[in-house]
T-cell receptor, first 112, second 115 residues
Framework: GENVEQHPSTLSVQEGDSAVIKCTYS??????FPWYKQELGKGPQLIID?????GEKKDQRIAVTLNKTAKHFSLHITETQPEDSAVYFC???????????FGTGTRLTIIP | GAVVSQHPSRVICKSGTSVKIECRSL??????MFWYRQFPKQSLMLMAT?????????EQGVEKDKFLINHASLTLSTLTVTSAHPEDSSFYIC???????????FGSGTQLSVL
């Protein structure tokens, strides 16, 4: 089955600086890669996603890059703000078997 | 994005009782919903896949007689924790696939505490 590794597990960034979270996946059949933000006591919120036919996608301060050959994808948050503090999960999805496999999560802390 | 509503957000029950958690897709029809369990500071663990009108598919190690899943309509799936015990205390989260764009949206989660 799919295996998704996520690094780092914790990340502290000064407000205004950029944050990068990286994930690797094992199943070359995975074709959809969403990123979720989870705040304490709440469900994951979809913040950005990318499909396997695209190499990069950007939405305001958030961007995701995908390298299919190397099987890794990354989340980039620029101009970080205190409200960006949360746990971020990457995931890999194989539409063929409808299995969404999560990474282990990154606790991002923005230091004011 | 699409809205998935989950209720209750928090429930405390006595050991031996049953608890039902509801998951609704508010603005789209979801033929497939998923139920996850999450322990503190850990990732989400898939428990089962719920398909409208058919039996749920449970992941290995998940007791289907303990975690009853019903997906009777295209907008509602329920998870019933039967004869709950303290070890069932956890954060339960549902999700639903929005057809067409094939995106997965999550409910707000239910914190279950069994005394």
């Amino acid at each position: 089955g799919e295996n998704v590794e996520q690094h780092p597990s914790t990340l502290s960034v000064q407000e205004g600086d950029s944050a990068v979270i990286k994930c690797t996946y094992s199943d070359s059949a995975s074709n959809y890669f969403p990123w979720y933000k989870q705040e304490l006591g709440k469900g994951p919120q979809l913040i950005i996603d990318i499909r396997s036919n695209v190499g990069e996608k950007k939405d305001q301060r958030i961007a995701v890059t995908l390298n299919k050959t190397a099987k890794h994808f990354s989340l980039h948050i620029t101009e970080t703000q205190p409200e960006d503090s949360a746990v971020y999960f990457c995931a890999a999805w194989n539409f063929g078997n409808e299995k969404l496999t999560f990474g282990t999560g990154t606790r991002l802390t923005i230091i004011p | 994005g699409a809205v998935v509503s989950q209720h209750p957000s928090r429930v405390i029950c006595k050991s031996g009782t049953s608890v039902k958690i509801e998951c609704r897709s508010l603005d789209f029809q979801a033929t497939t919903m998923f139920w996850y369990r999450q322990f503190p500071k850990q990732s989400l663990m898939l428990m089962a896949t719920s398909n409208e009108g058919s039996k749920a598919t449970y992941e290995q190690g998940v007791e289907k007689d303990k975690f009853l899943i019903n997906h009777a309509s295209l907008t509602l799936s329920t998870l019933t924790v039967t004869s709950a015990h303290p070890e069932d205390s956890s954060f339960y989260i549902c999700s639903a696939i929005q057809g067409g764009n094939e995106k997965l949206f999550f409910g707000s989660g239910t914190q279950l505490s069994v005394l």
